[in-house]
């Protein structure tokens, strides 16, 4: 429900072209920290700089560090869908009530979920994710 009362970033909006929707969540992001800046005229930066180019699948390979960084990320989430789909396949076999075990893991999303949005300002984004994913791995053994 909070995502929809997040504003699209200032960014975004500038880079899509959004520039009335941008001055106004520039004004909003003023209002709430209380602070009086000047916005400039994000008018005239319409046309400095701006290339247009199409991006495709690709692209992701064209770099090392690109080519790295997709092929890491795709096996995680690879390794995260098997790990649920074993989960959810095995369930019958752990001798207890089926409901039960499945109320139970719905509820260990719960904290799955807040945790790192609690902890990704205190420790960053890579070392969060690969305590997470250690611990979700060795819990799951």
């Not at 072209?17 to 004004?27: I, P, Y």
């Not at 920290?33 to 008018?43: D, F, G, H, Y």
Request: proline fraction near 5%; charge should be positive; charged fraction near 20%.
């Amino acid at each position: 429900m909070l995502v929809y009362q997040l504003p699209e970033s200032p960014r975004w909006l500038l880079a899509t072209g959004r520039h009335e929707d941008c001055r106004r969540t520039l004004e909003h992001i003023n209002q709430y920290n209380n602070k009086v800046c000047e916005i400039p005229n994000l008018e005239s930066k319409k046309g400095e700089g701006e290339v247009k180019s199409a991006a495709g699948f690709c692209d992701l390979f064209k770099t090392p560090m690109l080519r790295r960084t997709t092929i890491i990320v795709s096996f995680a989430l690879f390794a995260l869908g098997m790990l649920y789909y074993g989960l959810s396949l095995h369930m019958p076999e752990f001798n207890a009530n089926i409901y039960l075990i499945f109320f139970l893991s719905g509820v260990v999303e719960i904290p799955a979920d807040i945790v790192p949005f609690l902890l990704l300002n205190r420790f960053g984004r890579r070392l969060n994710l690969c305590i997470h994913l250690i611990i979700g791995g060795l819990l799951c053994m």
